[in-house]
C-alpha cells in the first residue's frame, strides 16, 4: 500500500510549502538578530535550499527508495534499521515539538481556560483521521489549504500597512555582522534541515523529473511568505518588543483597532502547524512499517498518535523550557540527523552511482 501512493508535482510543491512554514512564523528563532533577523532569515533560506538539494540528490540517486530503504541499503539491514528507528524517533519528536507549539498558542491566546492535553488531543486525532486516508489525502487538501494560508498572510499585511514604520529595520546591520551569524543557524535547522523527512515522501512523486522544480517552487514560495511575515511583525513592533513577546503575530496584529485578526493568526498556525505535524507522523508511519517489513502502515496509526499526544503533553513543562531547550540543545541534536548522516549517505551514494555505472561500460 506504502507503494501505491502517488504525488503529483504540484501536490509535492504545496506539501513543502506547508511543512516548511509550519509553526516557524509563531517562534521565529532568527529574532535574537534585532533588526537585522530579516538578513538572517535570508541567509539561512540560501543555505536552507542547499541543504535540501543535498536530500534531493540523496533521493535521485537512490531512485524509488525512502530514507529507510535508502539507510538499510547502504548501511546493511541491523546498523541501518538502527540508524532508521533513530530517524522514526527523531520524526516523532519534531511532530510532538510543533504540536506542543502550536496547543501553547491556542491556549495562551484563544482558550486559556483549557488542559493544554485537551487540545493536543483535539488536534491529533482530527490529523489522525487525515493519516489514515493516505499522503494523497494530505496532499490534496494542502493544495486547498496552502492558497488560504497565503491569502490570510497577505490579508493581514495589508490591514497593518498603516501601522508600518520603516525605521524599525534601521541601522541595518547596526551592531555589526555578528548577531546575523549567531542566529542564521538555527533558521537553516528549523525549518529547512527538517524538509529531511521528505526522503520519506520524494519516491511517491509520479514524475520523477519534477523533483527539484517542484521542491524549489516550495522553497521560494515559501521563504518568500515567511520574509512578509517577518518583515510585517518588525515594522509593526519594532526590534524590542519583537525580541521579548512569545508570539509576535498575534501581537502585531492586535494592533489594528476594530478589526479581530486573532483568529485569522490561529488559522494560518493550524493550517502550517497541522500540515507539518501530519508530514512527521506520516514519516513515523511508514518508517516503522519499512523497518519492520509490515505492508500496511495504517494499523500504527492510533498508537503512533497517542506516543504523540503524550510526547506533546508531558516532555516539557512549560512553553519556556520547550524554547530553551529548542534554542539551546536543538541546534546540536538535529545536526547528525539534518547534516552529518545526509552527507555520508550522498558521498556513499555518489560512489556507489559511479561503481554501478563503470562495472556497465
Known amino acids: 500500500m506504502i507503494r501505491d501512493t502517488k504525488l503529483s508535482p504540484s501536490q509535492l510543491m504545496f506539501l513543502v510549502i506547508a511543512f516548511l512554514f509550519g509553526d516557524y512564523t509563531i517562534v521565529m528563532p532568527s529574532r535574537a538578530a534585532g533588526q537585522d533577523m530579516w538578513i538572517s532569515f535570508i541567509i539561512a533560506a540560501i543555505v536552507g535550499t542547499i541543504l535540501i538539494t543535498i536530500y534531493l540528490y540523496i533521493s535521485v540517486l537512490n531512485p524509488g527508495k525512502t530514507l529507510i530503504e535508502i539507510l538499510k541499503e547502504h548501511f546493511g539491514k541491523v ?3 538502527i540508524i532508521g528507528l533513530c530517524y522514526i524517533w527523531y520524526f516523532m519528536h519534531l511532530a510532538a515539538l510543533i504540536t506542543r507549539t502550536a496547543s501553547e498558542y491556542m491556549v495562551t491566546v484563544n482558550y486559556p481556560e483549557t488542559p493544554i492535553s485537551f487540545i493536543n488531543i483535539l488536534f491529533i ?3 489522525a483521521y487525515g493519516l489514515r486516508k493516505g499522503i494523497e489525502v494530505i496532499a490534496r487538501a494542502s493544495q486547498i489549504f496552502v492558497p488560504t494560508l497565503i491569502t490570510l498572510v497577505i490579508l493581514t499585511i495589508g490591514l497593518l500597512i498603516v501601522e508600518f514604520d520603516i525605521k524599525n529595520l534601521q541601522p541595518i546591520l547596526g551592531d555589526g555582522i555578528q548577531p546575523v551569524i549567531n542566529t542564521f543557524y538555527s533558521s537553516v535547522t528549523f525549518p529547512f534541515g527538517e524538509a529531511i523527512v521528505f526522503l520519506m515522501i520524494f519516491p511517491s512523486l509520479n514524475k520523477k523529473e519534477s523533483i527539484f522544480k517542484s521542491t524549489y517552487s516550495g522553497i521560494f514560495i515559501v ?23 512569545i508570539f509576535p503575530p498575534h501581537t502585531s496584529s492586535s494592533l489594528i483597532p476594530r478589526v479581530v485578526l486573532e483568529p485569522i493568526i490561529s488559522i494560518n498556525l493550524l493550517f502550517g502547524g497541522g500540515g507539518a505535524i501530519i508530514i512527521c ?12 517489513n ?26 519556556t523550557e520547550l ?4 534554542a539551546e540543545i536543538h541546534l546540536y541534536y538535529a545536526m547528525p540527523f539534518q547534516i552529518i548522516i545526509p552527507i555520508i549517505l550522498l558521498i556513499i551514494s555518489i560512489i556507489k552511482n559511479k561503481k554501478t555505472q563503470g562495472s556497465e561500460i
Do not use: C, E, N
Open 79 to 81: 546498523i541501518g534499521s
Open 125 to 127: 486525532l482530527v490529523l
Open 223 to 245: 521563504s518568500l511568505v515567511m520574509l512578509a511575515i517577518m518583515l510585517r511583525d518588525l515594522m509593526v513592533l519594532g526590534p524590542d518588543v519583537l525580541g521579548i513577546h
Open 281 to 292: 507522523m506520516y514519516a513515523v508511519v511508514t518508517g516503522i512499517a519499512q523497518v519492520f
Open 294 to 319: 509490515l505492508s500496511d502502515y495504517k494499523i500504527l496509526v492510533l498508537p503512533i498518535s497517542l506516543m504523540v499526544i503524550s510526547l506533546a503533553s508531558w516532555l516539557y513543562t512549560s512553553y
Open 323 to 326: 524554547t530553551t531547550i529548542a
